[in-house]
């Protein structure tokens, strides 16, 4: 009877074990599933008001797919004394949302000349990590636009689906750019504002400006492996590009962005022309007043969230 007792009572107590280990399975479940439907609610709710509030892409472009599998690199040609020049582009630049596609900004020199040049671009280099010095002399068109093009596969840690080539007078909206970008051929692309300016068709050894122009990942390595002569790489650096894509037959795929890309409306002539909504790049923006022109107009500022620690009126 003793031994029958004993039985009972240890069944009895694995009865409520189990009990309270199933009761303890469900609640965690109850738990687990509460806190993943919010969670998954919340996210979206962030990703919504994320587009809503900061995404500056015109009506018009936002069609495109929001998960990131394009890559750009905006190499920005410049020289090394141009500190506030750079300052601002990286104001602009990084200031600048997009959910289109992965953007890297990077400055491009040649080889720096003066211990105030060593230091005070080495002090960039440590706090923004954006400066690509090239092995050759400062010049406009005497080859650095090559040897930036042709050394990127070799320096650079990985590749990306386009180049762009910027001069520092130039303001490239990037949300619009990306999405620009979006639906075109990842091989043989050849971007940009068709010169002359009257010229609307990119075929027939036309060349696009040096204001900006896109290549696509192939083409930098066709430059990089060319038997380009050093003859052929003096000259205007826009005209040249574009000789040596037509007399190699590359660049197939070729894309005028006119009137998306101009000169500042202050310029004047055939380049040039009003703002609009629909811009993705302006050009010639030689002074702190025509910047300034252009920020406003496109609403550069537009992210600040009111705060009692400024004020801007």
């Not at 200031?95 to 992965?102: F, G, Y």
């Not at 639906?183 to 696009?208: A, H, Q, S, T």
Request: aromatic share 12%; with cysteine; charged share 20%.
């Amino acid at each position: 009877m003793e031994g029958s007792g004993t039985s009972a009572a240890t069944r009895l107590r694995w009865n409520v074990l189990g009990a309270v280990l199933f009761l303890a399975l469900c609640l965690g479940c109850f738990f687990v599933f509460f806190f993943d439907v919010e969670m998954s609610s919340s996210i979206s709710q962030s990703i919504r008001l994320f587009g809503s509030a900061a995404d500056p892409t015109p009506p018009a472009l936002r069609g495109s797919p929001r998960h990131v599998e394009l890559s750009v690199l905006v190499g920005v040609l410049t020289l090394p004394d141009r500190y506030d020049g750079r300052h601002r582009l990286r104001l602009v630049y990084r200031t600048q949302p997009t959910t289109l596609a992965e953007i890297d900004l990077k400055f491009v020199l040649c080889n720096l000349t003066t211990e105030s040049q060593r230091v005070m671009v080495g002090l960039e280099i440590l706090l923004y990590n954006d400066i690509i010095i090239l092995n050759c002399t400062e010049n406009m068109n005497d080859g650095k636009t090559y040897t930036y093009f042709s050394s990127l596969p070799s320096i650079l840690p990985r590749r990306y689906d386009y180049v762009l080539k910027a001069d520092d007078d130039t303001f490239f909206r990037l949300a619009p750019l990306a999405a620009s970008l979006w639906p075109l051929p990842r091989e043989e692309l050849y971007y940009g504002f068709v010169i002359p300016c009257e010229k609307k068709e990119p075929l027939g050894g036309w060349y696009m400006s040096g204001m900006g122009y896109v290549l696509s990942w192939d083409l930098v390595e066709f430059i990089a492996k060319a038997n380009i002569t050093g003859q052929e790489k003096v000259g205007a650096e826009d005209q040249m590009l574009g000789w040596w894509l037509n007399k190699a037959h590359r660049g197939k795929n070729r894309y005028n962005m006119k009137p998306h890309m101009y000169d500042h409306p202050a310029v004047g002539g055939k380049c040039s022309h009003e703002f609009w909504p629909g811009t993705v790049a302006v050009h010639r923006l030689k002074t702190q007043d025509r910047w300034i022109d252009t920020l406003q107009y496109f609403n550069a500022t537009r992210a600040i969230k009111p705060s009692i620690l400024y004020h801007l009126d």
